[in-house]
């Protein structure tokens, strides 16, 4: 057994995670990368959408109308769906969230939140050409689709929403646009909007681990271990690795997404952090049907993205106890919709995978110190957009760490805000 020594301890491995790590790298930081499986990407940041969410401006904030508000009560929705023997721990939480969900709450949430989602592209460009896998981001946008003329003028009133707050860039595509762009999807639908500016990862997991070679290439050290294990030292922190050797550092970087309750509990601090669940799977396309861009069946709630293992179905969210066994009953609400609407062939998984999204009540992550515990730095909470914003606000906290003037205003992320 070694005691190792660093200046920084990042624990998780995640997206989040491995971008704060390659930012205090950056900085002269010696950091290390510390998570439960010894590899990066093996949680949330493997199954998503798989899009740097450049366009999103606006945050998934709980609806505030009476016909979405019923639809999610009767649980028949492939969009939300709830287990009911959680609500008892549930409920408080979604309650914040509706209250956080008001109109003037969402535009606070939005003007913090757009100085990352502006930096999140040049950010994966930046490691994305470091790392060396151009191969792993591709600039083409997604597709939102819609069934009616109702749906569709309420996508136009977004779009022009977002292009007066961020000059947002996109398409509002008639049928003959949709199928110009997407020539093997059944005329189910009215129309559409292009959003061009977020790019498309091809494989979530595979962005994380090369990101976290590039870590490794530069000098960082990777040890698995258990998070929980995080102690005092003297006027530091020692965590120990599985290998039995343990590593002690001033800095300790919480960047665990729906686990890091397990140092904040310990630690003292009460984080409304809530769960969103969510699930994929892959499927093979028929005969030579191809998916060019990811898709959105707004009316539908599902959405297929064209990834290197297949065309990847994944689900809206799941309220339900973290660890819960898997329901993914949305999966089997949406496959029917979706074979109806694009060529899926047989299924290339074994099994649907599930996923959890680390969510606050505002939709702002928690990015900062601990206001109690020197060399304690919270970075996690990134709800739907870990994948697209985690090296944005790793160099937020990078900066924030090493004195430098940050990038963009830190005090709407701080864990105060919660008392």
């Given amino acids: 057994m070694a005691e190792l020594h660093a200046d920084v301890v990042v624990l998780g491995a995640g997206m989040v995670g491995v971008s704060a790590a390659l930012h205090l790298q950056a900085r002269g930081r010696d950091a290390v990368l510390f998570d439960k499986h010894g590899e990066a990407g093996e949680e949330t940041s493997y199954g998503n959408a798989g899009l740097i969410e450049r366009a999103s401006v606006f945050p998934y904030m709980f609806p505030r109308d009476l016909p979405h508000i019923l639809r999610y009560a009767f649980n028949r929705s492939t969009e939300a769906h709830y287990h009911l023997d959680a609500l008892p721990a549930v409920l408080p939480w979604l309650w914040r969230y509706f209250r956080a969900s008001s109109p003037a709450g969402?535009?606070?949430t939005a003007r913090a939140a757009l100085p990352l989602i502006e930096r999140s592209l040049a950010e994966h460009e930046a490691l994305v050409a470091a790392a060396g896998v151009p191969d792993l981001l591709r600039r083409t946008g997604w597709i939102k689709l819609f069934r009616t003329e109702a749906s569709l003028a309420a996508g136009v009133a977004e779009l022009q929403r977002a292009q007066a707050f961020a000059g947002v860039e996109a398409d509002v595509l008639d049928r003959p646009g949709v199928s110009a762009r997407e020539p093997h999807l059944a005329e189910v639908f009215t129309g559409a909007i292009h959003w061009r500016a977020p790019a498309f990862v091809p494989d979530p997991g595979a962005l994380a681990k090369a990101y976290a070679r590039l870590f490794r290439d530069r000098g960082g050290r990777f040890l698995a271990g258990d998070a929980r294990t995080l102690d005092k030292d003297g006027t530091g922190w020692r965590v120990r690795a599985a290998n039995g050797d343990a590593v002690t550092a001033p800095d300790i970087v919480v960047a665990l997404g729906p686990w890091s309750d397990i140092v904040y509990d310990a630690l003292g601090y009460r984080i409304p952090l809530g769960i969103k669940r969510g699930y994929h799977m892959h499927f093979a396309p028929k005969g030579n049907a191809v998916l060019n861009h990811p898709l959105l069946d707004a009316d539908r709630g599902y959405l297929l993205a064209p990834m290197n293992r297949g065309i990847r179905l994944t689900t809206g969210a799941e309220f339900a106890r973290r660890d819960a066994p898997p329901t993914p009953v949305q999966l089997a609400r949406a496959l029917p919709e979706a074979r109806r609407l694009f060529p899926l062939g047989e299924a290339v998984d074994d099994a649907p995978w599930m996923g959890r999204r680390p969510?606050?009540?505002?939709?702002?992550?928690?990015?900062?110190?601990?206001?109690?515990?020197a060399g304690i730095w919270f970075d996690f909470g990134h709800q739907h957009h870990g994948l697209t914003l985690g090296p944005a606000t790793g160099r937020l906290?990078?900066?924030?760490?090493?004195?430098?003037?940050?990038?963009?205003?830190?005090?709407?992320?701080?864990?105060t805000r919660f008392g």
């Fill in 359 to 373: 969510c606050l009540p505002d939709m702002l992550p928690v990015i900062g110190p601990a206001p109690r515990h």
């Fill in 397 to 415: 906290l990078a900066e924030m760490m090493t004195g430098e003037t940050p990038f963009a205003d830190p005090a709407p992320f701080s864990v």
């Fill in 106 to 108: 969402a535009m606070r």
